[in-house]
C-alpha cells in the first residue's frame, strides 16, 4: 500500500496522535491504527467491520457503489462470459490469467487429484440420510486432514500448493457425495475426460442403471455459476478463513470453518433461504404482502437475497445471473416458470419502493441462482454446498496470500465490556 505521508489527526483529552493515512490502488484510504491501543489507550469500537479494513489484499476489489467487482483487475462479467471457472481459479490463485500451457498443466492437476481416499467414504454413512449437505461437507473437509498428512505443514510452500490444488479438485467429488447419499444412490467417481463442471453434474445425476450425457447447457451454466461464486474480497467466510489459518491451523480445518461460516442464511444460506422465500409468496399477488413484511421493522422477515453489506448499487453477478437465468430455463424449455415470474415481479416492486431505493438493498448474487440450480435439476439443500465449493478457490487463495505475508499475525480483537466489575465470590449459604 502507498504511505501517502498524510496523517490523521485524533485528538481527545490531553491526547493528540497522528495516525499514518495509506492509499490503495482502488477503493478508500485506510487509517493505520495499529499503534493506537499502545500510544492511547484505547480501542476502536466497529461491530461487524463495516469500516474496518482487516488486511492487504491484491486478489478482488469491489465497488460497492459502482457495482463493480474485479479478480486481479478483471470485471466479473467478462470473466463470466469470455472465461471459465478452472481458468478463473488460476487467476486467482497466481495473480495472471494463464498462458495455454499453464492452463492445461493446472487443469491436469486440479483433474488428478478429484478422487477422495477411498476409506473417507466410511464418514458419510456415519450420518443420517437426512443430514443437511453443508453438515457433511464441513464434517468431511475438515476430516481430509486426517487422511492428508502430507499437505497440513504451512510452513511448507509445496504442501500449501498441493493442499490447495487437493481441495478445488476434491470438494465437487465431496459435494456430489452428499447429494447422492441424502437420495439414497450410489456414489459416482469423478472422470478424467470430464470437465470441471460436467464431472460435478455427473457425480451428482448419474446412475449406474444407464448412461449420463452431460447437456452442454447445463454444463456451461454450472461453470458460470462456480465463476460469479469463486471470490469476494473480505466476506464473513473468507474472514472466517483467515481468522482460523492466523492460528497456524492446518488449510483444511480453515476450508471447513470457511464452510461452517458461509452455512449461515444472511451469508451462502441466503440462496437456499430466498428460493424458499420465493416459493412460500408463490404468486405475484402475493408480493405486495412480503413487501410490507420485509419493511415492518417488528417483523423480522427479510427479503432474501436483497441487500448486501458493500453493494450499494446492482450486484453485478446477479446481473449476469439474472441474464442466465433466462437462456437457461429457455433453453431448458421450462416456459414461464412460476417461481422466476414472482423473482423478476418482487425484484421489480421492490425496486420501485422507497424503503429498498433508500436502503440502497439490490438484489444480490444469490436471488436468481436458486432458480437456475433448481431448474437444473438440484434440491435447495444443494445450493450453498454448491456456493461453498465454488468460494473454495476464493477461500484459499486469500488464505495462501495471509500465509505468505510477512505481517502476518494472529488475529485477536478486543471489546467494549459492559460486564460486571471485580467481586468476590460469595458462598452458596450466602446468596
Ligand atoms: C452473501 O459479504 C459478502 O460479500 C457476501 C457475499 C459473498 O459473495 O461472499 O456477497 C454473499 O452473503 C450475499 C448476501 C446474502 N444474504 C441475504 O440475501 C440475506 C438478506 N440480506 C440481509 O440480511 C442483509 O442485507 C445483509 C446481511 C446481506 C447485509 O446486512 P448489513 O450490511 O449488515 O445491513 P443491515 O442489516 O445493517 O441493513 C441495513 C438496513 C436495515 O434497516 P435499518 O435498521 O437501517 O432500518 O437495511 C435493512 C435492515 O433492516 N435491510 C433489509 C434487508 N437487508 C437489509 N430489509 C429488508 N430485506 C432485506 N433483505
Not at 483467515?242 to 452455512?263: E, K, Q, T, Y
Not at 437462456?327 to 414472482?342: A, C, F, K, S, Y
Not at 434440491?379 to 505481517?407: C, N, Y
Amino acid at each position: 500500500m502507498a504511505d501517502t505521508g498524510k496523517t490523521a489527526k485524533l485528538s481527545f483529552g490531553d491526547t493528540e496522535l497522528d495516525l499514518p493515512i495509506y492509499s490503495p490502488t482502488a477503493g478508500p484510504d485506510v487509517i493505520d491504527i495499529r499503534r493506537l491501543y499502545a500510544d492511547a489507550g484505547v480501542f476502536t469500537y466497529d461491530p461487524g467491520f463495516t469500516s474496518t479494513a482487516s488486511c492487504d489484499s491484491t486478489i478482488t476489489f469491489i465497488d460497492g457503489n459502482k457495482g463493480e467487482l474485479l479478480h486481479r483487475g478483471y470485471p466479473i462479467d467478462q470473466l463470466a462470459e469470455k472465461s471459465h471457472f478452472l481458468e478463473v481459479c488460476f487467476l486467482l490463485l497466481y495473480g495472471e490469467l494463464p498462458k495455454a500451457a499453464e492452463l492445461e498443466d493446472f487443469e491436469a492437476r486440479v483433474t488428478n487429484h478429484t478422487m477422495l481416499h477411498e476409506q473417507m467414504m466410511n464418514f458419510f454413512r456415519g450420518f443420517r440420510r437426512d443430514a443437511h449437505p453443508m453438515a457433511i461437507m464441513t464434517g468431511v473437509v475438515g476430516a481430509m486432514s486426517a487422511f492428508y498428512h502430507d499437505s497440513t505443514d504451512i510452513n511448507d510452500p509445496w504442501q500449501r500448493e498441493v493442499a490447495s490444488i487437493r481441495m478445488i479438485a476434491k470438494l465437487p467429488t465431496i459435494a456430489a457425495m452428499a447429494y447422492k447419499y441424502s437420495v439414497g444412490q450410489p456414489f459416482v467417481y469423478p472422470r478424467n475426460d470430464l470437465d470441471y463442471a460436467s464431472n460435478f453434474l455427473r457425480m451428482c445425476f448419474a446412475v449406474p442403471a444407464e448412461d449420463y450425457i452431460v447437456d452442454p447447457i447445463l454444463s456451461r451454466a454450472m461453470d458460470r455459476i462456480f465463476t460469479l461464486h469463486a471470490d469476494h474480497e473480505q466476506n464473513a467466510s473468507t474472514s472466517t478463513v483467515r481468522l482460523a489459518g492466523s492460528s497456524g491451523a492446518n488449510p483444511f480445518a480453515c476450508i471447513a470453518a470457511g464452510i461452517a461460516c458461509l452455512w449461515g442464511p444472511a451469508h451462502g444460506g441466503a440462496n437456499q433461504a430466498c428460493l424458499e422465500m420465493l416459493q412460500e409468496i408463490g404468486t405475484v399477488d402475493r408480493i405486495p404482502e412480503y413487501i410490507a413484511r420485509a419493511k415492518d421493522k417488528d417483523d423480522p422477515f427479510r427479503l432474501m437475497g436483497f441487500g448486501h453489506r458493500v453493494y450499494k448499487n446492482f450486484d453485478p453477478r446477479a446481473t449476469v445471473m439474472k441474464k442466465s437465468a433466462d437462456e437457461v430455463l429457455d433453453l431448458l424449455g421450462v416456459e414461464n416458470n412460476p417461481t422466476l415470474q414472482v423473482a423478476k415481479e418482487l425484484e421489480k416492486e421492490a425496486l420501485a419502493d422507497p424503503y429498498f431505493a433508500d436502503k440502497k438493498l439490490f438484489p444480490n448474487v444469490d436471488f436468481y441462482s436458486g432458480i437456475i440450480l433448481e431448474a437444473m435439476g438440484f434440491p435447495t439443500s444443494m445450493f450453498t454446498p454448491i456456493f461453498a465449493l465454488s468460494r473454495t478457490v476464493g477461500w484459499i487463495s486469500q488464505w495462501k496470500e495471509m500465509i505468505a505475508d510477512p505481517q502476518n499475525k494472529i488475529g485477536r480483537p478486543r471489546q467494549l465490556y459492559q460486564g460486571e466489575t471485580f467481586r468476590d465470590y460469595v458462598d452458596v449459604e450466602d446468596r
